[in-house]
T-cell receptor, first 113, second 110 residues
Framework: NAGVTQTPKFRILKIGQSMTLQCTQD?????MYWYRQDPGMGLKLIYY???????DKGEVPNGYNVSRSTTEDFPLRLELAAPSQTSVYFC????????????FGPGTRLTVL | KNEVEQSPQNLTAQEGEFITINCSYS?????LHWLQQHPGGGIVSLFM?????KKHGRLIATINIQEKHSSLHITASHPRDSAVYIC????????????WGAGTKLIIKP
């Protein structure tokens, strides 16, 4: 099993550009999460999903969108990138609800200039 | 005030030392997690606790629900233990979300 995979690993965007961060898991987990990690700060939840077709906002959803058309995939869309979205983005999944062990992808380092 | 506080923020120690990292929280919880973030950025789960103590190799995690406090101990520390250690809690009122500490950066010198 590959676990949780994310692409790309690194990306530089110009202000106003858009992009999609890809996340795929092969563990048949129902729950998936997108976090951002700013330097020296804890993880902040952007969006989460409890199953295909069901998504909900986390702590910091503004400027982002998600979709969950399959159990495996949970892409994160950035529209009109802003410098404040410069961060490291982690995708995670868990078999059960949020209190259970979460498995993390390797992260995507995004810089918006 | 953050709901999950870790101390110390940074810790440098010599190889072989006994290490303690603390996590205090202010909300009622149903579970507490300890995770490790490697220098390359990857995050792995170490422990999930709701009471008592768990041990895995040289790592020991304890929790005191009444005191709202957890500790992560590393025995016979090694330079490969150098990482950021993160505490996260699942609040009683939360179905899906974890409340994250800011992490403790540990450096073990040979």
């Amino acid at each position: 099993n590959a676990g949780v995979t994310q692409t790309p690993k690194f990306r530089i965007l110009k202000i106003g550009q858009s992009m999609t961060l890809q996340c795929t898991q092969d563990m048949n987990h129902n729950y998936m999460y997108w976090y951002r990690q700013d330097p020296g700060m804890g993880l902040k939840l952007i969006y989460y999903s409890v199953g295909a077709g069901i998504t909900d906002k986390g702590e910091v959803p503004n400027g982002y969108n998600v979709s969950r058309s399959t159990t495996e995939d949970f892409p994160l869309r950035l529209e009109l990138a802003a410098p404040s979205q410069t961060s490291v983005y982690f995708c995670a999944s868990s078999y059960k609800r949020g209190g259970d062990e979460q498995f993390f992808g390797p992260g995507t380092r995004l810089t918006v200039l | 005030k953050n709901e999950v506080e870790q101390s110390p923020q940074n810790l440098t120690a010599q190889e072989g030392e006994f290490i303690t990292i603390n996590c205090s929280y202010s909300v009622g919880i149903s579970a507490l997690h300890w995770l490790q973030q490697h220098p390359g950025g990857g995050i792995v789960s170490l422990f999930m606790l709701s009471s008592g103590k768990k041990k895995h190799g040289r790592l020991i995690a304890t929790i005191n629900i009444q005191e709202k406090h957890s500790s992560l101990h590393i025995t016979a520390s090694h330079p490969r233990d150098s990482a950021v250690y993160i505490c996260a809690v699942r609040g009683m009122d939360s179905n899906y979300q974890l409340i994250w500490g800011a992490g403790t950066k540990l450096i073990i010198k040979p």
